[in-house]
């Protein structure tokens, strides 16, 4: 997530926009809740900018990083606690696998668009669906470890349709300092989500300190969420990076304005 760049275009990619670092530009100093994404994997694939860009709501654009938009499969385990610290009642851990890709609006914010994010505690999914209006599925789920490989699976509850991933993926080094490149913050450095019900546009701030970064490789992956978001299912070898978590601070969700036609 960025800072507003009145520079940028309102075509469908967003390569002209300021690139995106490690850090974030901006803080949440009053959130609504605070959380603790761990154990996460990102995995993800280039895709043609016309084939995502038809799946987005009016008021978004595709973002895109050499030509092609991305789409990324994210497991990772989640701690939810109210802004004072304390565990939610109605959940306080759990699995989360999300499907996303990234995007900007006309003001130049660049962040998250999920096409779907599964989830093993049902309250959890009650509460995002109403309060952030974003896809959240119930699903049964699993996370098991080792030393230096890590597990995920689900199979998806309720509402529709049925889907499964599962997933192995072999932890590597840590990314040095100054090792992370472009791409990688392109994938990885996002501190916006957007999301749409009806007319209705919001988005919502996440701050946390930059992610602590491993080098990874999927050894086994037989996934059909990215296919069950109405995406091609992909075939290329993955780009993969695991981190063992950050802290992460969520704001209020705010409205922004669609894009002009």
């Known amino acids: 997530m960025q800072r507003d760049d009145p520079d940028a275009g309102d075509g469908m990619v967003g390569e002209g926009m300021a690139g995106l670092g490690a850090s974030c530009p901006f803080t949440v100093e009053r959130p609504i809740m605070r959380q603790r994404w761990e154990r996460l994997t990102f995995v993800h694939w280039p895709f043609d900018p016309a084939v995502v860009q038809q799946l987005l709501p009016g008021g978004l654009r595709v973002d895109t990083y050499d030509g092609a938009a991305w789409v990324g499969l994210v ?32 003001e130049g914010r660049r962040g998250i668009w999920f096409f779907s994010l599964d989830a093993a505690r049902l309250g959890a999914v009650a509460v995002a ?115 063992p978590g950050v802290d992460v601070r969520i704001g209020r969700p705010e409205r922004y304005r669609p894009m002009p036609s």
């Open 75 to 106: 497991p990772f385990f989640m701690r939810v606690a109210t802004a004072a610290g304390h565990g939610a009642a109605w959940a306080s851990t759990f699995c989360e696998t999300n499907v996303r890709t990234y995007v900007h609006d006309h």
């Open 129 to 243: 669906r109403t309060t952030y209006r974003l896809p959240y599925f119930w699903s049964s789920m699993r996370l098991v470890e080792t030393p230096d490989e890590i597990s995920y699976t689900c199979a998806r509850r309720w509402p529709g349709p049925r889907a499964t991933s599962r997933m192995t993926i072999r932890i590597g080094e840590p990314f040095g300092s100054g090792d992370l490149d472009e791409r990688d913050h392109f994938l990885t450095a996002r501190w916006i989500l957007f999301s749409a019900a009806g007319t209705r546009r919001r988005y919502a701030r996440a701050w946390h300190e930059p992610w602590p970064m491993h080098r990874a490789k999927a050894v086994a992956l037989d996934d059909r969420l990215v296919a069950a978001a109405g995406l091609p299912q992909p075939r290329d070898e993955p780009l993969v990076h695991y981190s």
